[in-house]
Every structure is written in structure tokens, then in C-alpha cells.
């Protein structure tokens, strides 16, 4: 098979200069109709033409129209096909002068982002199609494996949306409103759209204070609030204590301010949960880092007060600057210690997303194989649940998925060969964070009196 030369390059001299490709024939100067070289004057002529024409062809298509398709410089400095979501005009400039909100299109909602018309190639530009017609093709050109992965990222966690609601969904958020938010030493861009009150809609970042959430919109404001607020920590009672992590419960309830701002801030970062404005149903558990200033927030997980289905955590999320260090891990198996402290099983709000499936079933795949490694003799289903506080469906499904479950004369059985442990328990990855029990020091919420 033959294969594509691109044009390499050689140096000479110390200067570098196009060397010519191998394709059969030399390089030929421009000539003009009748065959004869063009001079340089004549040259120069035609460039100036065509970039005019290109000039001319360039402003007919703007301002873009939303819907268009086109490729945009992203922060790595090379081009990304982008879709436009909408446009909004420049406060000093020409009729046509537009910034443009992008979705990067082989990436996830929350890399979205306003740019200006010089980040976009005009000479890419594709005119605006029918979005069903267009999906269509597209699923038909996409191998399993593109699709896969196209449903992860843009359809994550809306499970339980029909197709309309959905649609409203994206409409509704799909333009992020807050671009950064300072909070404590960070700036931290955020990833998606939260509905903060009206007044706030002009803000591009705000300024949280720490310990107490609330939020401001300009830096100063912060400052005269910090010498102010007296909180160091979350306004709650320390349950957990072990080294420099702590753990504070938040009572929705009687720190509503506290839990609706948590929701506000949670939101930018999360794309597929509803926002809790009535928080006094909810527990907040929020996990700190701590030293001589303070305690600082790196993530949290709710629970309802009381949940009909055994849920033992509605949301949960880690904030950006502590991604990777093991913390979700963190906050999934401290759900499941206080679950046991209440000497009931729980389980996670459904429905999961695909990310948090998959966090779930490492966390469920790496405490059951644990206890099967160590375990002599025969386990059942309900004894694993006991011991682990995770519901029997969850086990069922997890160890089926593992293919370590067998049906047998009327009876599901546990195959648990060593090595087959092994190779599961090294896909499933590091566990994270130990919670060490013993500095875990809570009481039930249907036993605070």
C-alpha cells in the first residue's frame, strides 16, 4: 500500500528550508492562462485578490449562528471541533463582533467555555444541520466504543430524565454561569451551570468564605467578611478526627444558609443532581483538611434524615484541588461505617452515574473480595451484608458481574479461587483512605433525642 508524504524539513546553512517531496514530478512556479510563469508583480496580485475574496467569504458568515460547527484553539494551543451553544455581543465593537459559548465536542460539558471570534477557524466552518438528522448519522458512523463513550460524558447521571425533560435540562444549563470561584488558597474553574439568585447573574467569579460558604462578588467584600466570621471549621459537630482529617455533621436544618450554599457550590462541579433548596431533610458529612488556620473543606456526602429506600447517601462530591488523592474513596466507605453504626444496610441514591457506578463497584468489589480472601469455609449473601452494611443487590450484582456467582441446584454460590480474587482485586485498584472506627465518635440521628 501506498502511504500519504508530508512535506519534511531539512536545514541548510543553518537556516531550515521545505524539502521537497518524492511524488513523481517537480514543483511547478504559478503560470498564467496561455502557460507562461507569472512575475512576482502578477504574483503578488493574485494573493491580494484571493485575500480579499477570503475576507469577503469570512465576514458573510458572521456573526456565527448558534448551531454552527466549527474548529476552535483550546488552551493545549491546537484546534478542536467545536458546536456553538450561544453568542453574546461585545460591549465596544462592530456590528459583528460576537464572543461565542463552545461545547468541544469530543470532550465532557464541563470543558465549555466562552472565546473570541480570533480562537476560531472561519476557513472550518460547517453551516448549521438538522440536530436529529445530524444524530442520526453520527450514531451510524460511530463504532460501540465511540458511542460508549459519547454516552458517558454527555449523558451522565440523567438516567431518570425522559427525552423532553432532558432537552430542557440542557437548555436550562447549558451555559455555565460562573466561571471561577475563590475559596480559600484556590481559584478553581467550575465545571457547570448553578442557579444562584438573580443578582449574582453578572458575576464571572465569586468569592467564597471557607468556613461559613457564604458568597460575595467581589474580593473586598470577602476581606471585611473574614475579619468578621469567627467559624474555623463547618457549623457542626465533629464526628471523626484522625490526624489531619476531620469530619463535621451538618444538620440541614439548623444550619440551612450553610447547607443551601453547599448546594450552590456543589452544583458547579456536579451536572446531573437536582439542587436542594429544602436542605432540612438532609445531613451534610464534611470532610476537612486541618492545620493552625482552620479546617478546610475537600469534599462532602449527604444523606436523608430518613429514606424509605435504605439510602445511606444522596450526594457526594470532591472539590477539584483534591481530586486523585483518594478522599471519594474516602467519604464512600465513610457512608457505610455509619451505616453500621445504625445496624442497618444501606445503599447509594439511585440513579448512579456512570462515574459514581463505577466508584461504587470498586469500592463493593474491593470489601467483598477482602472478606472472601480471608473467609474459611462457606459465606453467604446475607452474611456478607451483615458484615458490610452494603445491600444484598448490590453484592448479587457486583459479584455476578465478576463472574464469581454461580447458580446451583436452586441457589446462588460464591466462587471464590484465589487467584481469580487476585486478578479482581488488582483491576479494582488502591482502596484509598482507611477510616480508622476508632476515632469515628457519633450517635445515630433517630437517637439524638
Not at 480472601?373 to 452494611?389: F, P, R, V, W, Y
Amino acid at each position: 500500500m501506498g502511504s500519504l508524504e508530508t512535506p519534511t524539513t531539512t536545514e541548510t546553512n543553518g537556516s531550515a528550508t521545505p524539502a521537497v517531496t518524492s511524488n513523481g514530478g517537480d514543483h511547478k512556479p504559478p503560470v498564467t492562462a496561455n502557460g507562461a510563469p507569472l512575475s512576482s508583480t502578477d504574483s503578488r496580485i493574485v494573493m491580494a485578490q484571493e485575500s480579499e475574496a477570503t475576507k469577503k467569504r469570512r465576514a458573510s458568515m458572521l456573526p456565527l449562528e448558534v448551531g454552527t460547527r466549527v474548529m476552535c484553539r483550546w488552551r493545549d494551543g491546537k484546534y478542536h471541533p467545536v458546536k456553538v451553544i450561544e453568542r453574546r455581543k461585545m460591549h465596544f465593537g462592530g456590528p459583528n463582533d460576537y464572543e461565542y459559548y463552545v461545547h468541544y465536542t469530543e470532550f465532557n460539558r464541563r470543558l465549555d467555555e466562552w472565546v473570541k471570534l480570533e480562537q476560531l477557524d472561519l476557513d472550518s466552518v460547517e453551516t448549521v444541520v438538522d440536530e436529529k438528522v445530524e444524530d442520526k448519522v453520527t450514531s451510524l458512523k460511530m463504532t460501540r466504543h465511540q458511542k460508549r463513550k459519547i454516552d458517558e460524558t454527555h449523558v451522565e447521571g440523567h438516567e431518570e430524565l425522559d427525552a423532553a425533560s432532558l432537552r430542557e435540562h440542557e437548555e436550562f444549563t447549558k451555559v455555565k454561569n460562573i466561571a471561577t470561584i475563590e475559596l480559600g488558597r484556590y481559584e478553581i474553574e467550575t465545571w457547570y451551570f448553578s442557579p444562584f439568585p438573580p443578582e449574582y447573574n453578572d458575576c464571572l467569579k465569586l468569592y467564597f468564605c471557607e468556613f461559613c460558604l457564604n458568597f460575595m462578588k467581589r474580593k473586598e467584600q470577602l476581606q471585611r467578611h473574614m475579619r468578621k466570621c469567627d467559624l474555623k471549621h463547618p457549623p457542626g459537630d465533629e464526628i471523626y478526627r484522625s490526624g489531619t482529617l476531620s469530619m463535621f455533621e451538618v444538620d440541614g436544618k439548623k444550619n440551612k444558609v450553610y447547607g443551601q450554599n453547599l448546594c450552590y457550590l456543589a452544583k458547579l462541579f456536579l451536572d446531573h443532581k437536582t439542587l436542594y433548596y429544602d436542605v432540612d431533610l438532609f445531613l451534610f458529612y464534611v470532610l476537612c483538611e486541618c492545620d493552625d488556620r482552620g479546617c478546610h473543606m475537600v469534599g462532602y456526602f449527604s444523606k436523608e434524615k430518613h429514606s424509605e429506600e435504605s439510602y445511606n447517601l444522596a450526594c457526594i462530591l470532591t472539590l477539584p484541588p483534591y481530586q486523585r488523592k483518594g478522599y471519594g474513596k474516602f467519604l464512600i466507605a465513610f457512608s457505610y461505617e455509619l451505616s453500621k453504626k445504625e445496624g442497618k444496610v444501606g445503599t447509594p441514591e439511585r440513579p448512579l452515574s456512570d462515574l459514581g457506578l463505577l466508584s461504587y463497584r470498586g469500592y463493593w468489589t474491593r470489601v467483598l473480595l477482602d472478606i472472601l480472601k480471608k473467609h474459611k469455609g462457606n459465606i453467604s449473601i446475607k452474611e456478607l451484608s451483615d458484615m458490610t452494611a452494603i445491600k444484598a443487590e448490590d453484592i448479587l450484582t457486583t459479584l455476578q458481574s465478576l463472574e464469581l456467582i454461580q447458580y446451583r441446584k436452586g441457589q446462588h454460590v460464591i466462587c471464590a479461587d484465589p487467584k481469580v480474587l487476585d486478578r479482581h482485586l488488582k483491576a479494582a485498584g488502591r482502596g484509598g483512605l482507611e477510616v480508622d472506627v476508632s476515632k469515628l465518635i457519633w450517635t445515630p440521628y433517630k437517637e439524638q433525642g
